[in-house]
């Protein structure tokens, strides 16, 4: 019996010491320990070996560093400064409230918002949509230097369908580059990036010339404004559109939040489920 004993014993000690040497330590902060298998986790698979050596000495010494602090906060606060009991249970009732309150939306959430919807609420809040930026509706066109503009300021400058048309089909030709913003509008800050920094419109030319022409030592870069909104003009409602879709599913997301929690207290209410001690 005893020879089954040390058998046994002899059998889990190896297996302890084999698991040990399996998963050994990393680092050691006073009692705290990081083990291999820690940094195992952390690693995704498929990266080369020098990446992965960088981003375990990256994680080891942000584990030293997290662990001397915490050390150092033990040894400077009181007992009652490090009871954080109260803490931890308000971030659990907080998180898991979160949780339900974000599954109950998904199940019953509306996303269809009509044009009519969305329309009335532009009309009713007019005075929340104001521009932070100027904008416009523009054509952009690209060309290699050796081509000449003549035809293509000419069809921009009258800006009817016909000439989009024959830009459309000459650009398809030749251009480098050909943006049509002639049906929604677009940010004076996005306009400037479809130039060349060096080559970049002034708002102020933006704002009191319909045509930008200039060119570099490669393009010729032609920028027509068929219709231009000054800042702290009423947003157009095309360009708010999709903000306005965000603000109505935001406001049915907080309906039925407001919703579940009345619906909740009512029902406890009428139940008798809480005691309120005066």
């Known amino acids: 019996m005893a020879k089954y004993l040390l058998a046994v014993l002899l059998l889990f000690f190896t297996g302890w010491c084999k698991k040990q040497s399996d998963n050994p330590p990393v680092a050691k902060v006073g009692n705290a320990v990081l083990y291999k298998s820690d940094l195992a986790r952390l690693i995704q698979p498929g990266m080369t070996l020098t990446d992965s050596n960088m981003l375990a000495k990256s ?40 949780k339900y309150e974000q599954k109950y939306i998904q199940e019953r959430l509306d996303t269809t918002v009509t044009e009519q919807e969305m329309q009335k609420y532009y009309a009713d809040n007019l005075q929340s949509f104001i521009l932070p930026t100027s904008v416009a509706k523009v054509q952009f066109v690209q060309l290699p230097l050796a081509v000449k503009t003549d035809l293509v300021r000419q069809w921009l400058l009258q800006a009817n369908e016909e000439s989009v048309k024959k830009i459309q089909e000459f650009c398809y030709q030749v251009a480098v580059k050909y943006e049509y913003f002639g049906d929604r509008w677009v940010s004076f800050d996005n306009i400037k990036m479809l130039f060349p920094y060096a080559l970049v419109p002034s708002d102020q030319y933006m704002m009191s010339n319909k045509l930008y022409e200039t060119s570099d030592t490669s393009y010729h870069y032609l920028l027509y404004l068929r219709e231009i909104k000054p800042k702290g003009a009423q947003a157009p409602y095309e360009f708010v559109r999709d903000n306005i879709r965000n603000i109505i599913i935001l406001k049915r997301k907080q309906k039925l939040v407001n919703d579940l929690e009345n619906n909740i207290y009512l029902d406890a209410l009428n139940k008798n489920k809480f005691t309120i001690y005066e």
């Open 59 to 98: 994680i080891i010494d942000k584990w030293v560093r997290k662990q001397l602090i915490m050390q150092q906060a033990l040894l400077n606060l009181t007992d009652a400064e490090k009871n954080v009991e109260k803490e931890l249970e308000e971030y659990r009732t907080s998180l898991i409230i979160y």
